[in-house]
């Protein structure tokens, strides 16, 4: 098992350092000069909890463990320089003589396959900084999707549990080549624009860059009953006496139109402003998602479609052309540390090309 020891002395000065080991290091001690007579020499250590082991997208993994073997309570930080991994807990007061287990979270954004994390520790002692460094050797397995159909309800599993928010699911009428947007978890009722009736529908989720396998359900759809406003007021005075139903007010000549009327609605997990028909967005609009996602551009017919912007929790930014909530034609995709890829996506993936390849945007 690699570790490291940071050797401190207490003896009227503090060592200031920062080391780091390899991957094969076994151990690593870093001694300071001869410390005065009966000046205790003591260190805290860094370590991997295993020397190698495998985690699923969406879960966590114990990875490291932190000892103190110090006199005193130290406060330390944890670090390292992936995006889509987190320490847990990431700081933390430990005593002396006590061990620190930190797990690992790992987002459904993080790409499957091996990992070697340089993993890094800061903390101080007696108003002294120093740092320790560490690597973990891991492999990240693809989550699980899937979706089933239950009292007339559309249920999405994450690796056998109740899916998180922001998994989208996608339908279509069976041999339709186009996916359409049925909503996102937890909303998953049907889309407003579908006539009462039976329909039989393909369905598939989507979570980062995992899918499910498509599925076929049969989908009742109800029709929505809307009271009006007399009908409820003839409820309130049917109850006997005296009283009476007020009076309806006339109808205007001519109602209002609203095509192109403006609003504010909770749409798809998130909250949509902008221009809207027949109560659903269509036209300009802005939609912010409780996951984090923003999109800024057109909407037709409920739907993310025409040209837009769409900027994701990570700092990844997409412009470009989109259909049915995803990248669909024309655009350029922006990552903080990649840089930025132009192109033609087809629903959400880009397709490749020998000549194109991330351009730094530095």
């Known amino acids: 098992m690699r570790k490291i020891l940071l050797g401190l002395v207490i003896a009227g000065f503090a060592l200031v350092v920062f080391i780091s080991v390899q991957p094969f290091t076994s151990n690593l001690r870093l001694n300071p000069e001869q410390p005065q007579t009966g000046a205790p020499q003591e260190d805290i250590t860094l ?21 103190n073997h110090m006199s005193e309570p130290v ?9 889509h991994l987190t320490f847990n807990p990431r700081e933390a007061t430990l005593f002396p003589g006590r061990t620190s287990e930190i797990d690992i979270e790992v987002g459904y954004q993080c790409s499957p396959g091996e990992i070697e994390l340089p993993a890094y520790l800061r903390a101080e002692v007696n108003g002294e900084r120093f740092g320790i460094e560490t690597v973990v050797h891991f492999e990240v397995i693809e989550g699980s999707l899937s979706l089933d159909h239950n009292e007339g ?7 056998d549990e109740p899916a998180p928010r922001g998994v989208q699911v996608t339908y279509r009428p069976p041999g339709d080549a186009d996916w359409r947007i049925w909503g996102e978890t937890p ?17 598939k989720a989507k979570l980062g860059e995992v899918e499910s396998s498509i599925e076929t359900f049969t989908i009742q759809v109800e029709k929505a009953v809307v009271e009006k406003e007399e009908e409820k007021e003839e409820k ?12 309806p007010e006339p109808e205007p000549d001519e109602p209002e139109p609203d095509e192109d009327k403006e609003g504010t609605i909770n749409w798809d997990g998130g909250t949509y402003t902008g221009q809207l028909e027949g109560g659903i967005p269509h036209g300009k609009g802005v939609w912010s998602n409780s996951d984090g996602r923003e999109y800024t551009g057109d909407f037709k017919e409920g739907s993310i479609e025409g ?15 989109f259909k049915d909530g995803v990248a669909h034609g024309e655009g350029t995709m922006t990552h903080p540390q990649k840089g930025s890829i132009s192109g033609r996506w087809v629903y959400g993936s880009y397709v490749e090309d020998d000549n194109t390849d991330w351009h730094s945007t530095d």
């Open 47 to 67: 370590e991997p909890a295993l020397p190698y082991f495998t985690v699923t997208q969406g879960e966590s993994h114990q990875v490291l463990l932190v000892t």
């Open 75 to 83: 406060n330390f930080s944890l670090g390292h320089e992936h995006s």
């Open 153 to 159: 309800d559309l249920q999405v599993s994450w690796n």
């Open 187 to 203: 909303r998953l009722d049907p889309p407003a624009h579908l006539d009462p009736g039976v329909h039989e529908f393909e369905f």
């Open 236 to 247: 309130k005075f049917s109850g006997g006496g005296a009283a009476k139903a007020p009076e």
């Open 307 to 321: 040209r837009g912007t769409m900027v994701f929790p990570g700092g990844e930014e997409y412009r470009g052309d």
